[in-house]
């Protein structure tokens, strides 16, 4: 199972990622006080299917036909533990993410795992852990990542955006018909119904995947 996921910090070479259980992965960031991002991202050399949440050993017991994703944490080691800062999820249609942690170091922390907890006397003073967990879209609907982690959500915002008319663009555009001009010619018009049918499937692949967009041809 080694080799689905990948972390690295700028300026250093990636870090392994080791199984801790069936649904949990963690690994270890050295010198951690001093780092400003971490990229987090499904290497694909091994693929993670859309509704077991892995493959080969591990994640055998998870929920089947229910969309996985990976949620990121981190932490710094103290003498009780320390609980977990969650930064934010991965998955296919996702996969990878930028994080902002140059201050978490410095705020309190709110999420445990038990699992997790048990790997952390393998690291060392001054180091971080970075903690992947797979869970379904319910259980982290509504969870929010530690202030400042994220980066800037306006780029990701205008990008949905653009895909969502685009797709609006093309799917009305091939039910667009002519009818006689009053005034002389012809004029392009789109039926009402083109509207309504995009909305429903739009809506429901939505509903089921919120990133599905990501992948859409637009072109």
């Keep these: 199972m080694s080799g689905i996921f990948g972390v690295i910090v700028s300026g250093r070479t990636p870090i392994e990622v080791v199984p801790?259980?069936?649904t949990e992965f963690t690994c270890e960031i050295v010198n951690a006080d001093a780092i400003n991002h971490v990229v987090v991202f499904l290497t694909g050399a091994q693929p993670f299917p859309d509704g077991i949440g892995g493959s080969g050993d591990h994640f055998q017991n998870f929920?089947?036909?229910k969309t996985q994703?990976?949620?990121v944490y981190i932490r710094w080691p103290t003498q009780d533990g320390g609980n977990w800062h969650y930064l934010g999820f991965i998955c296919n249609e996702k996969p990878s993410a930028i994080y902002k942690v140059a201050q978490l170091h410095k705020s309190d922390a709110s999420h445990s795992f038990s699992q997790f907890d048990n790997q952390m006397q393998l690291y060392s003073s001054g180091s971080a852990q970075i903690g992947i967990n797979a869970e379904s879209l319910s259980d982290i609907t509504g969870r929010q990542a530690a202030d400042g982690t994220q980066a800037s959500q306006q780029s990701t915002l205008v990008e949905f955006?653009?895909?969502?008319i685009?797709?609006?663009i093309n799917h009305t555009e091939s039910f667009s018909v002519r009818l006689p001009n009053p005034s002389g010619g012809s004029l392009e018009y789109i039926p009402v119904s083109a509207f309504q049918s995009w909305y429903n499937s739009f809506s429901r692949r939505f509903q089921a995947n919120p990133y599905f967009w990501r992948s859409l041809n637009n072109s």
């Design 63 to 65: 929920p089947p036909k």
């Design 69 to 71: 994703f990976i949620s």
């Design 20 to 22: 801790v259980s069936d």
């Design 166 to 168: 685009r797709n609006l």
């Design 161 to 164: 955006a653009e895909k969502m």
